[in-house]
């Protein structure tokens, strides 16, 4: 659940809807939804793909995310 407010807390900074970050990552929108509501779990490729979509390292969204949530 905290990567998945890590995650919307990104992708709203970077101005994109869930629509948006799923087609840059390649995934579906109903799944990145799924993850920030903190229904779904997540691997880490998925991760790292959704990192590089919003222009962001997966060091730095889990830095974050460490940073808020302990």
């Known amino acids: 659940m905290a990567f ?5 807390k990104f ?4 101005g994109l809807s869930q629509e ?3 087609a840059k990552a390649g995934l579906n929108r ?5 993850v920030e509501r903190g229904e779904r ?3 880490i490729i998925n991760m790292q ?4 979509a919003l222009r962001a390292s997966l060091a730095e969204m889990l830095r974050d995310m460490e940073d808020r949530f302990g």
Do not use: F, P, S
């Open 41 to 43: 779990n997540i691997a």
């Open 30 to 34: 109903t799944y990145v939804g799924d």
């Open 49 to 52: 793909k959704l990192a590089k």
């Open 20 to 22: 948006q970050l799923a």
């Open 4 to 8: 998945g407010k890590t995650l919307r």
């Open 11 to 14: 992708r709203v900074e970077a």
